[in-house]
């Protein structure tokens, strides 16, 4: 039997379907020094935010799942509270983004997300759920934490960890270097941020 190639035209066309079958985070992707893909996601009171609404402000997206060991760590010892009320009191935008999925670990209704962020002391400017884990996949979210700063223009200027301390101890908050709050530190001061990249660590996102 002759096998007749298909022809280039047909070849472009099978591409062209393979391409417009792709999701549509598969097109873009958070990149250090890139603007932040653009993005809208509904809050634990229903409200939507969108980061076009916060041009002019430098954002933090904080990825959260409070069953996350890691996540643990940094609230129980108070630190992300610490960090969220810090730099929200200089007019940071703070959003905690949930991507774990229906029935998976972290995945909480809005009420009970909000139970736990009072009862922590959590002070984002706003939780946001992201079960189809359409932003997480966006942003590249691997780990909670996972954690990225954009800055005025829409920048994304550092993602990675939140510190230089990969373990589940609350005590190693103490002497660990905060990338995320060096980073803000040196947006504030109109200074470029000199560590704009580390490895995140923590659990896995839940998708």
Known sequence: MT???PSRPALRALALAVL???????????????????????????????????????????????DCPFVRKQYDSGNMQRLQQKHTG?????LSVVSSAPGKQGFFPPEKANELTAS???????????????????????TTPHMFVIDP???????GGIDDRPSTDPDDV?????????ALGELAAGKPVSM??????????KY
Request: net charge positive; aromatic share 8%; charged share 15%.
């Open 3 to 5: 096998i007749i190639p």
């Open 20 to 66: 417009v079958a792709l999701p549509a985070w598969a097109h873009a992707a958070a990149v250090v020094g890139q603007p932040a893909p653009a993005f809208s996601l509904p809050d634990t009171g229903g409200v939507r935010h969108s980061l076009a609404d916060f041009r002019g402000r430098t954002v933090v997206l904080e990825w959260l799942n409070h």
């Open 90 to 94: 200089n007019g940071v935008v703070w």
């Open 120 to 142: 922590k002391g959590a002070k984002p400017t706003a939780v946001l759920l992201d079960p189809e884990g359409t932003v997480g996949r966006l942003y590249g979210a691997r």
């Open 153 to 159: 223009a829409g920048t994304l200027v550092y993602a």
């Open 174 to 182: 103490k002497g660990a270097r905060n990338h995320v709050d060096a």
């Open 196 to 205: 704009a990249t580390t490895n995140p660590y923590g659990c896995a996102v």
